[in-house]
T-cell receptor
């Protein structure tokens, strides 16, 4: 049962353009969402997060949008840079004091120069 | 400050053997979690420790176990290894249990079972 889904395995964009990575979830008990970036042979690196009480969080070139009614979140990267090429994971946390991250399957982003 | 350190980076074991993986969290971090990453299943939660106590456990068989020491360092053990245990095992640390302050991941231990 995939509670967090990233339906696009891959995405290719041109340098300078916007990258939009999508994530859907099924469990309405999730109340905190995180995005991680992962390069080969390295562990995931935390990018940005959002609480379920908000609908937008911005940090530099990265913005995460949350649509609770649709159980959908997206990560926008503007402008995209070749160094952004990596696998991006969406993850969710349930309410309460649990640190169990539920990850999506990941989306491989390629930013072409 | 130093990041999350996992040792060893690579490991090859034979079916039926057991293995112990080590994780040293960021200094001051008291929560340590373990994840398994495989091509088919993605990143899956194994367990979380805080102050030497297991706080959460994922859906893995009892062959997978862990512990945390008083200095917050953690080990995970897999007994009676199976081919399907071949994976990247990732450790993550955080200041507190719950994850809302973000987890910092190590580079992982690549386990190959032959």
């Amino acid at each position: 049962d995939q509670q967090v889904k990233q339906n696009s395995p891959s995405l290719s964009v041109q340098e300078g353009r916007i990258s939009i990575l999508n994530c859907d979830y099924t469990n309405s008990m999730f109340d905190y969402f995180l995005w991680y970036k992962k390069y080969p042979a390295e562990g995931p690196t935390f990018l940005i997060s959002i609480s379920s009480i908000k609908d937008k969080n911005e940090d530099g070139r990265f913005t995460v949008f949350l649509n609770k009614s649709a159980k959908h979140l997206s990560l926008h990267i503007v402008p995209s840079q070749p160094g952004d090429s990596a696998v991006y994971f969406c993850a969710a946390l349930g309410s309460g004091n649990t640190g169990k991250l539920i990850f999506g399957q990941g989306t491989t982003l390629q930013v072409k120069p | 400050k130093a990041g999350v350190t996992q040792t060893p980076r690579y490991l090859i074991k034979t079916r039926g053997q057991q293995v112990t993986l080590s994780c040293s969290p960021i200094s001051g971090h008291r929560s340590v979690s373990w994840y398994q990453q495989t091509p088919g299943q993605g990143l899956q939660f194994l367990f979380e420790y805080f102050s030497e106590t297991q706080r959460n456990k994922g859906n893995f068989p009892g062959r997978f176990s862990g512990r945390q020491f008083s200095n917050s360092r953690s080990e995970m053990n897999v007994s009676t290894l199976e081919l399907g245990d071949s994976a990247l095992y990732l450790c993550a640390s955080s200041l507190a249990v719950g994850g809302r302050r973000g987890y910092t991941f190590g580079s992982g231990t690549r386990l190959t079972v032959v």
